[in-house]
């Protein structure tokens, strides 16, 4: 069995399932995945546990299952956390060097980052991350590393990830309840984005929309760093919940009706046909119109789309996505999707492929394990720049930076 210092393992804790992907560090630096524990999912809403002791045993389960699979003993988790309270913005830090026109130490650039830190958020919040973007020293814009310059005012520009502290705590609880150590929490749309984009892409400016069961996770990169992120609380559960309603159907044969036949663009060739559910139990056979199911279906996930191709529009940062779009999540698999989102943004889209890791296939391949891929790495790269770190401790600076 391996020593449980040498493994990492990304807890997602979704609304659909729960996964914890297993990796280590091979003799190159990278990561490579060595085990994958899931399970269904309960006690968890829109992203977010609603009944503890639901999610703590599926927890318990998809731990035990990893452990199997990769034959190791888990003793820490880096954990995914989402919903609709976490909210992203830009924030920029001033420093001015005592005395003028000197060399920029590290200490005036530790200044000016925790500058930039300090900003009016309210008392129940707290800062996830607080990711450097690019510093400006005298009117330089887009220096990279100041220290060692000389200067008289330098600024710095960071993106800062935020959420609500109890609510922050409820998955960390639940998973110390498991007498598992909670190494660090990541904004789940952050690692996605980190298992899928390679430096070009993040370079190049590109869009990655994780479509969760529960929530819908998105983040920008340009220039080589983040610029944009957000949550919606609309995932494809909600299309089945559409499809149940508009049907007049029972959830769970929605939910198979949009596996077997949903798709996101709506095409001529379904018009006129229907399909018949056979009776189950005291449900009697019922004929549904293949073409309604698949309207009901692309409504709701070209609004979907719209609001998040709305609010990059209001920031002005649709002209920054010369890489495209890429897609993860479960909801990613709907047939058509990538169609759908370049009609709606009038840009590449693609399903995205986890880059720089190694390992099984089963779990590289697959869209809705990119979170959890995203988080092992995560750990793999704190591991390598700064051991031994606490979420509730410090924030990063440098891991999501396409340096």
Do not use: W
């Not at 005012?153 to 109890?166: A, P, S």
């Not at 610029?227 to 909600?238: C, E, I, N």
């Not at 940062?317 to 909801?331: D, K, T, W």
């Not at 889209?349 to 890791?357: D, E, R, V, W």
């Amino acid at each position: 069995m391996f020593k449980s210092s040498e493994i990492i393992v990304g807890l997602e804790i979704g609304t659909s399932k729960v996964c914890a992907i297993v990796g280590e560090m091979n003799t190159t630096g990278s990561l490579n995945i060595i085990g994958i524990g899931q399970c269904p999912s309960h006690g968890v809403r829109k992203g977010e546990i609603i009944d503890p002791t639901l999610a703590s045993a599926d927890i318990r389960n998809a731990i035990v299952e990893a452990e199997q699979r990769a034959d190791v003993e888990i003793r820490s988790v880096y954990l995914g956390i989402t919903g609709n309270h976490i909210q992203g913005f830009n924030n920029r830090g001033v420093h001015t060097m005592v005395p003028t026109n000197r060399e920029i130490t590290e200490e005036d650039v530790q200044d000016v980052i925790k500058n930039a830190k300090a900003m009016n958020l309210p008392e129940e919040n707290h800062v996830i991350h607080a990711i450097r973007q690019h510093f400006t020293v005298d009117d330089q814009e887009g220096v990279v590393n100041p220290e060692g310059m000389l200067g008289t005012k330098m600024e710095v520009d960071m993106h800062v990830v935020h959420g609500k502290r109890n609510r922050l705590q409820n998955p960390i609880r639940a998973v110390k309840a498991l007498q598992l150590d909670v190494e660090n929490v990541v904004f789940t749309g952050l690692a996605s984005a980190l298992a899928l984009l390679s430096n070009e892409q993040k370079e190049l400016g590109a869009l990655v929309i994780d479509f969760g069961g529960g929530s819908t996770e998105y983040v920008v990169y340009a220039d080589g760093v983040v610029k944009h992120t957000g949550v919606l609380a609309v995932g494809s559960d909600h299309l089945s919940n559409d499809l149940a309603i508009g049907l007049k159907i029972p959830l769970h044969r929605a939910e198979q009706l949009k596996l077997d036949q949903g798709r996101a663009v709506l095409d001529d060739g379904c018009k006129g046909q229907t399909i018949t559910l056979k009776s189950e139990l005291a449900l009697p056979e019922k004929s549904i119109n293949l073409e309604h199911l698949r309207r009901i279906m692309h409504l709701r996930l070209e609004e979907t789309l719209q609001i998040i191709e709305q609010r990059l529009a209001e920031a002005s940062l649709l002209e920054y996505l010369r890489a495209g779009i890429v897609l993860c999540g479960g909801g990613a698999r709907i047939p058509q999707l990538p169609d759908l989102v370049r009609s709606v943004f009038h840009l590449p889209a693609s399903l995205g492929k986890t880059t720089g890791i190694s390992g099984l296939t089963a779990a590289l391949d697959q869209p809705e394990f990119a979170a959890a891929i995203g988080l092992a790495k995560f750990g793999s790269l704190q591991n390598k720049q700064r051991p031994g770190s606490n979420i509730f401790k410090r924030v990063l600076s440098d891991i999501f930076r396409g340096d």
